[in-house]
């Protein structure tokens, strides 16, 4: 059964950059939506950017669109989530996410939507 580790998290001052990395091992996830959510103290999770399986497609939740760079490598089954000109508010738990939908792709955005999930990795961005 497939498993997600996420890594790369951190502190960093606003303004900073940080790289996001969700290794998959035990299965494939070469055919496979992938997706980063995060949830900030007392909020609910929320999408931040989703990729086809073959990575021609992506799109961003309006709060990160030309800050983060989702983008994923098959042959290492890596997922990784670029961020640049982090916020105070982009502090979070940062999860790593699959829909088990072979080739499918639409812009899913609930955590109803995918199958599986990494423990998720913290990111704190100090002003």
């Known amino acids: 059964q497939v498993q997600l580790v996420e890594s790369g998290g951190g502190l960093v001052q606003a303004g900073g950059s940080l790289k996001l990395s969700c290794a998959a091992s035990?299965?494939?996830?070469?055919?496979?939506?992938m997706a980063w959510f995060r949830q900030a103290p007392g909020k609910e999770r929320e999408i931040v950017a989703a990729?086809?399986?073959?990575?021609?497609?992506?799109d961003y939740t309006d709060s990160v669109k030309g800050r983060f760079t989702i983008s994923r490598d098959n042959a290492k089954n890596t997922v990784s989530l670029q961020m640049n000109s982090l916020k105070p508010e982009d502090t979070a738990v940062y999860y790593c996410a699959m829909k088990a939908s072979p080739f499918e792709y639409s812009w899913y955005t609930s955590i109803t939507d995918y199958d599986l999930w990494g423990q998720g990795t913290q990111v704190t961005v100090s002003s």
């Open positions: 990729i086809k399986w073959n990575g021609v497609r992506t």
């Open positions: 035990g299965g494939t996830i070469t055919m496979y939506l």
